[in-house]
């Protein structure tokens, strides 16, 4: 697909794509009804958290006189050039215009606008320019066409109705924003950044968008950008050729060759080094990549997926990641929200494991819904999954339902500030032992519960002799209530 091509419309109605939005206020479907590629792609779609973290796009080009007046595309950090040839990203029918006539940019001081060599030149408050920076609000002469630069809000989208998207749940007001941004960029080849503490699911977006998408049927393949050493980035990334290096003794593709006409997701971008960043930018903007050793350059069609823990546009200002990449990969920013703020969501999230596993959770309330509901979740829905799959082993092996698993949620529960402190007043061993002997004392009283204190199951579950596991029982004053 070409996210350059106007007239390739996406025709994203939202009362068929945003399923059951039958309360939408009318005024605003209206205007909504209909975003093409190019919106996607220059103007961008956030929720109302990472607003803030996003360049502000908020120009367009609308024609204001001449014979396509009222034809308009959004401007982005990407140059727009306007012109007669069918692949431009305006494409004007005056006759006065080259082919190729005009290139635009959007930036935080105004846009950047360029004569492309134009035949009947570019005209502005009446003096013929060949590269200026003009303010928001200008009007360009172009032929026999005038060229308005408008502020424009970012699209707005209502949440989604469904509570579901892939392999996420969550009926959380934030999360069902994300869900229609997620509907609307799916069907599209415009690349997203997802951003997120460890254990929100970034993975989870990145396949669900690629599952919705029409090249849901090609390679999926995901780059751990932490896990490569900087010397072989550019062998994963774009392979390399046979004796390009010590050690390559044979052919290699390179993720974006193994996932052409599919998607690559990098996952841990910003562990990217400087020099890595501009190679993968001119990718991006080329659709071609080089592998090592070679003199030829590649056509691909892949489509990029990029995920993050680090706080990139943090990073941008600290000049620690390429301003110019991170809008170029920002084209759909999500912002994946840490459990801690989306309580709410936690019901739902444990009927979809419960779902997964193919077990009844049963009433899904209760003191264990508090208990959990009230603990701060630093490793997020992964914590949770995980505690959830412990109880279950704890369960049996039938299961149990929510109401009567038994949970452990790490020291920084509720229940658990008093936690042994970390004496280094005394030797290691000996700091050590008033660890191990609150690890057994929280193990076996959780055990024992679990097998509903028959010493003989639960010494056999924890691998421990039985008459130890008595003894130990005693040791910690564990008793059957």
């Given at each position: ?79 727009s050039i306007v012109g007669a040839d069918g692949q431009c990203d305006l494409v ?92 609307l960029a799916s069907p599209t080849d415009a690349t997203v950044l997802i951003q ?286």
């Amino acid at each position: 697909m070409d996210l350059h091509a106007t007239r390739d419309k996406v025709a994203l109605n939202f009362m068929h794509l945003v399923f059951g939005f039958a309360r939408i206020d009318c005024v605003r479907l209206w205007a909504m009804t209909e975003i093409d590629r190019h919106t996607i792609a220059a103007s961008g779609l956030v929720s109302s958290n990472t607003a803030t973290k996003s360049l502000k796009r908020s120009c367009i080009c609308r024609v204001a006189s001449g014979p396509d007046t009222g034809t308009q595309i959004s401007l982005g950090q990407r140059p727009s050039i306007v012109g007669a040839d069918g692949q431009c990203d305006l494409v004007l029918s005056d006759e006065q215009i080259s082919r190729q006539h005009i290139e635009l940019q959007l930036s935080e001081a105004g846009v950047t606008v360029k004569d492309l060599e134009s035949t009947n030149g570019v005209y502005y408050q009446g003096s013929k320019i060949q590269e200026a920076l003009v303010p928001v609000g200008a009007s360009l002469q172009v032929g026999e066409s005038v060229l308005r630069l408008l502020e424009m809000a970012p699209p707005s989208i209502p949440p989604s109705e469904r509570e579901r998207f892939g392999a996420m749940a969550g009926q959380s007001m934030i999360m069902r924003e994300i869900f229609a941004i997620l509907e609307l960029a799916s069907p599209t080849d415009a690349t997203v950044l997802i951003q997120g503490e460890s254990g929100t699911g970034k993975e989870l977006v990145a396949r669900a968008l690629h599952d919705h998408s029409e090249r849901a049927n090609k390679p999926f393949v995901v780059v751990d950008c932490s896990a490569i050493t900087e010397n072989l980035i550019d062998s994963h990334l774009y392979g390399h050729v046979k004796g390009a290096f010590t050690g390559a003794q044979s052919e290699r593709k390179g993720a974006f060759l193994e996932a052409n006409g599919g998607t690559v997701f990098l996952d841990e971008l910003g562990e990217l080094p400087a020099a890595a960043q501009a190679k993968l930018l001119r990718v991006l903007e080329a659709q071609t990549v080089q592998p090592v050793g070679s003199d030829k350059q590649v056509k691909v069609n892949t489509r990029v997926v990029a995920a993050t823990h680090r706080d990139l546009y943090q990073m941008v200002q600290e000049e620690k990641f390429r301003f110019d990449l991170f809008h170029r990969l920002a084209v759909i920013h999500v912002l994946l929200p840490p459990l801690r703020d989306r309580s709410e969501d936690i019901p739902g999230l444990i009927k979809h494991f419960y779902e997964g596993r193919g077990l009844d959770a049963g009433d899904i309330a209760g003191e264990n819904l508090i208990k959990l509901q009230k603990y701060s979740w630093p490793g997020n829905v992964r914590e949770l999954r995980n505690t959830l799959e412990r109880a279950w082993v704890l369960g049996g092996p039938k299961g149990a339902t929510f109401d009567k698993l038994n949970f452990w949620l790490g020291p920084d529960a509720a229940e658990n500030q008093n936690l042994p402190t970390v004496d280094t007043s005394l030797p290691f061993k000996e700091a050590k032992e008033i660890w191990t002997e609150y690890f057994e004392q929280r193990y076996l009283a959780s055990v024992a519960a679990a097998h509903k204190y028959n010493i003989s199951q639960a010494s056999e579950y924890a691998g421990i002799n039985r008459r130890h596991f008595r003894e130990l029982m005693q040791k910690y004053g564990i008793e059957k209530p």
